[in-house]
């Protein structure tokens, strides 16, 4: 294997030594090839057990990865003791025809399962702290630290601080700056807290400390504008401004934007000018108008080709604005040094480290700069114990995570194997870096890729191929699209279609369905807006998938030779992929109005839902047990019942309504009693006995989930009750805490939904969540939908490069500078802007490669679609083609496009409906070339009006047609291997008994979506945090 191909790895193979980076494209079996690696090193290279270290990403892939590695050496040792090769690819690249060397394999296998406990796997920031616990001595490691994953306590009680201590020393003016331009505020502080402790290695830009610089700066930036506009200068600009208009220079927009104002607003910064002081002019009101004369805000007002206007002005006021703006920045920057600073403090008071701490404390003591004897024992100490290391999950990585391992590990004495696949790195928002990828991917000495695809059928590979043609699919040509093979013989799908298929329904492996305004009760063919496209995709959906439950589809046994009957699709069968988790409550919502049973699996934290508002309402009933209002205002949540019928029956003193009033203030004070005697969770146990919450709720729509959220969430607060020895008030501003934290916030996985239900239900979760798992028909009807940046007051920092005229992604700073405010800033959040867009490409290659069998993906004329990852697979990264001519003859247009009507609109209507029309043909085209010389891998229909369509599942014990049958019994055979399964999966699971068994060891990639451990503590940004 040469140093610089992708070669398709070979398991048979002889190991090198030294870096080797391996691309598991998805549904590859990646986990396969990590056991089956590792099981080369225990078996044929002969390393003990604890020699080796894997290296993942999440505690639950830690334990996956120990059964299946354990797993695969039992089998290894079952082959070795026979006499024929196995079968499987893992076991045959261990297996040799030589009777010695099969014996000593043999024995080394027994050794590695009798000595299996002595096996390192671990997170990246479990092994750091392994490392530094056991080699304090070597890597000067602080012993006896405890863990805290989160640090929201402290940036509320910072922010809380900073507010107070900035507040009371200021006077009115400059208050107004910080809390107008600075971000003082509880949101923004909160952000730039985050940031500021997420990386506290991060450099600031500006530095903290530089504000007395910037001040003098904006002071001779002061003076200069001040003299431009003395003598002839007010003069001179008001007259290039006349001209401007005149000569259509600048646009005259009306009342925003016209000569009017302009002159207005020069009188007025005039004015300020001359009063204000030179000292405060870096913080002093400036007029409200005055910003229409940046030349940055005239150059938005000039017509292509329109000459700038020119004068000494125009140049000093952008450098008085910009000496502003960096003056802002610094102010922000000794904020967020003073976050840090109040960080490290309280983390030595109190004796605890974050998970980043583990990973920065580990890298500190490998850098160069470190005490190169202590550096060099530490190496030589970890480097020692561990000859080879296996690393999982690589392109989620970081350049703290990178420099670790390859310090240790990086050697030619070593074997390194890093395993991840570029194409689906997608938690940029939590500290993963595609950049530290691609670096390493340039240094490893040698480079392989898995080629075979062992979870989708040959047609649906085929089918979505053409969508990531081009030069650069996910942005980048660092990142190309890998084409594999399936690894199922059958060359069709596995999908049995029925003998009368509906019309309504195309059953293709890959089914595009086209959506425009008339879907909304819109003109046809015209562009359908977000907001209203959302919802009506949903009722869609909802639609498809009852019509695809009653289709009479089946699904045909993996092993095309078997003889085993199909299975009828169920809700089971079905996920829906979405981008957002408002998405996916709004989708679970048509789907139960369909009456087909959904499930939300979704990576957010209980106390952002609707149970912990109710609990918070509750806990404040409790703690004020003489306030009526606090009674009234958790007596009508959804948990405890009252309607308006009985709060009317109150108002009016009805007997009835006092007698049911006294009762439920009588049921509120056991509640309480109860709390004091027993705690929190047996006081809302009564509360729900006494008030048939159970009945009430579990009959309700969505009602499994509420009821599951109230237990879950009394669960977590009785926990912190009992771990903290808080009361009533404490427990009440724990949780509004909590609420006001983001769901990427999630530090461990119990705050996590839990399932509401666990039977034969439609999955439905975002693309992120799902990365990892599979299912056997996907949904995925937001794949148009590019979250945007909603307007917002909040002042985010930005982690962008250094230098942002050279963008080298590996030496990066925190951004503190005001949004948009000065040309750094701005060139880092275009790089920015660019890097998300990428991501999205790359979560849209998520969504699509999670079937095995079939995909629906809602296309259509979508307001935003040319700037979505979809758009882009289907029309290409080039610039937006001209609609046709509607008196075009060579255009086949579609069914139901009539250009003669399309001809009698109005003239932007007419437009909109040959885009509209035009994308259709355009799509076709798409679909025929893919579909040429063989069966249809893809189709493109018009979806059906939303009809709202209910669906009503068969009665056990009835056959196809809907008669009486009595069940036949079948006789399968028995599996005589240990499994561990839960009742519900034996019993839900009805067609599970007629499917071959996958292949011993085989990916079937059913590991966690978002890791909720330690990695997830490094998470960012609001937006991000809701798409997960």
């Known amino acids: 294997m040469s140093p610089s191909t992708d070669a398709a790895f070979d398991f048979a193979h002889e190991l090198s030594r030294g870096t080797t980076l391996l691309e598991a494209s998805a549904g590859t079996g990646k986990t396969y090839a990590l056991a089956a690696v590792a099981l080369k090193l225990l078996l044929e290279v ?39 090769p196995p079968r499987e690819d893992d076991l045959r690249a261990i297996w040799t025809d030589d009777a010695a060397e099969r014996a000593l394999r043999l024995g080394r296998a027994r050794s590695a399962l009798e000595g299996f406990d002595t096996l390192s796997i671990a997170t990246i920031h479990g092994f750091c702290q392994r490392v530094l616990a056991r080699y304090a001595f070597a890597s000067g490691a602080d012993l006896g630290l405890e863990l805290e994953p989160d640090r929201g306590e402290l940036v509320e009680r910072t922010s809380a601080d900073l507010l107070v201590a900035e507040l009371t020393t200021a006077d009115e003016e400059f208050a107004h700056y910080l ?147 960096r003056c802002c920045g610094a102010v922000r920057a000794q904020w967020a040094a003073r976050y840090r600073r109040v960080g490290s403090l309280d983390a030595r008071r109190r004796r605890v480290q974050g998970y980043h701490d583990l990973l920065l404390g580990l890298c500190r003591r490998l850098e160069a700069t470190a005490d190169p004897v202590a550096r060099e024992a530490l190496v030589r100490a970890v480097g020692g114990q561990f000859r080879a290391a296996l690393v999982d999950e690589f392109q989620d990585t970081d350049r703290y995570q990178w420099r670790i391992v390859s310090s240790l590990f990086g050697s030619p004495d070593h074997y390194l194997f890093l395993v991840g696949d570029p194409k689906q790195s997608i938690y940029r928002f939590r500290g993963a870096d595609l950049h530290v990828y691609l670096r390493a991917q340039e240094e490893s000495a040698s480079r392989a890729s898995l080629a075979t695809n062992h979870r989708s059928d040959p047609a649906y590979l085929e089918a979505i191929e053409p969508l990531f043609r081009g030069e650069a699919p996910f942005g980048s040509p660092d990142v190309p699209f890998v084409p594999v093979r399936a690894h199922h013989p059958d060359p069709e799908s596995r999908l049995l279609l029925p003998s009368s298929p509906s019309p309504d329904l195309p059953l293709a492996p890959l089914n595009l369905r086209f959506v425009d305004a008339k879907h909304t009760g819109g003109t046809p063919w015209l562009a359908l807006k977000q907001s209203k496209a959302v919802r009506c995709v949903c009722s869609l959906v909802a639609d498809d998938v009852v019509r695809l439950l009653t289709s009479g589809l089946r699904i045909a046994p993996r092993n095309g030779g078997s003889t085993a009957p199909s299975a009828p699709i169920c809700p089971r069968d079905v996920a829906v992929l979405v981008r957002t988790n408002w998405q996916a409550r709004l989708v679970l919502q048509a789907l139960r109005r369909a009456r087909v049973p959904g499930v939300l699996l979704a990576a957010e934290s209980v106390f952002q839902t609707e149970a912990a508002s109710e609990l918070l309402l509750w806990l404040e009933a409790l703690n004020a047990p003489r306030s009526d209002g606090a009674a009234r205002r958790c007596a009508v949540t959804r948990a405890f019942g009252w309607n308006a019928e009985g709060l009317v029956a109150l108002q009016r003193e009805t007997p009835q309504g006092l007698a049911a009033w006294r009762a439920w203030l009588e049921a509120l004070a056991r509640s309480r009693e109860a709390w004091r005697r027993h705690g929190l969770a047996h006081a809302f146990r009564v509360l729900a006995r006494e008030t048939f919450l159970h009945r009430r709720l579990l009959s309700q729509p969505e009602g499994e989930r509420l009821v599951t959220d109230l237990f879950h969430a009394v669960e977590l607060l009785d926990a912190h009750a009992v771990r903290e020895g808080c009361g009533l008030r404490g427990l009440i501003e724990f949780l509004r805490l909590e609420r006001t934290r983001s769901a990427g916030d999630l530090a461990t996985d119990q705050r996590r939904l839990r399932l509401d239900r666990d039977d034969a239900a439609v999955r439905v979760l975002t693309a992120h969540v799902a990365k990892g798992l599979e299912f056997p028909i996907v949904f995925a009807p937001f794949l148009w939908y590019v979250p945007g940046g909603a307007k917002t007051k909040v002042l985010p920092p930005l982690v962008g490069p250094r230098d942002p005229e050279v963008c080298d992604p590996l030496h990066k700073v925190l951004d503190v500078f005001p949004p948009g405010s000065i040309s750094e800033r701005r060139a880092r959040e275009a790089w920015d802007g660019e890097e998300g867009f990428n991501e999205e490409r790359r979560l849209f290659y998520v969504a699509l490669t999670r079937a095995r069998h079939a995909a629906y993906v809602y296309a259509g004329n979508f307001e935003g679609l040319r700037g979505s990852p979809l758009g882009c697979a289907l029309e290409g990264d080039e610039a937006p083609p001209e609609p046709f001519s509607a008196d075009d003859p060579s255009v086949s247009w579609p069914e139901g496009f009539d250009p003669e009507k399309a001809a009698a609109l109005s003239e932007k209507d007419r437009g909109g409906a040959l885009e509209g029309a035009s994308a259709f043909v355009r799509w076709q085209a798409l679909v025929e070339a893919t579909n040429a010389d063989k069966s249809p891998r893809m189709s493109l229909t018009r979806a059906p009006l939303p009809e709202r369509k209910t669906w009503a599942p068969a009665a056990p014990g009835t056959s196809e047609d809907g008669e009486a049958a009595v069940r036949r019994f079948e006789r399968t055979e028995f599996q005589r291997g240990w499994r561990r399964a839960s009742f519900s999966s034996l019993k839900g699971e009805e067609h599970a008994r007629f499917l071959e068994p996958e292949p011993e060891g085989r990916e079937t990639e059913l590991e966690e979506g978002i890791p909720a451990d330690a990695s997830e503590a490094a998470s960012s940004s609001g937006d991000e945090a809701e798409a997960q």
């Open 179 to 325: 809390s107008i331009e600075c971000g003082l505020e509880a949101t923004s502080l909160r952000a730039l807290g985050k940031a500021a402790l997420a990386d506290v290695d991060l450099p600031l830009d500006p530095p903290a400390g530089s504000l007395d610089g910037f001040r003098a700066a904006a002071r001779a930036r002061f003076e200069d504008l001040q003299r431009s506009l003395q003598g002839e200068g007010r003069r001179q600009v008001e007259e290039l401004l006349s001209q401007a208009f005149a000569e259509g220079w600048l646009c005259d927009t009306g009342q925003d934007f016209n000569e009017e104002l302009c002159r207005t607003a020069l009188g007025e910064l005039a004015e300020w000018l001359a009063t204000t002081d030179p000292e405060a002019a870096w913080f002093a009101f400036l007029p409200a108008n005055a910003t229409l004369l940046d030349p940055g805000s005239l150059a938005d007002q000039r017509p292509e080709g329109a000459p700038p206007l020119e004068h000494p002005f125009f140049e000093a006021f952008a450098g008085f604005l910009d000496a502003r703006a």
């Open 46 to 84: 002969g390393l003990a057990v604890d020699e080796l270290l894997l290296v993942t990403f999440t505690r639950a892939a830690t334990a996956e990865l120990r059964g299946r590695v354990r797993a695969r050496l039992a089998a290894a040792a079952r082959a070795l003791a026979g006499q024929r």
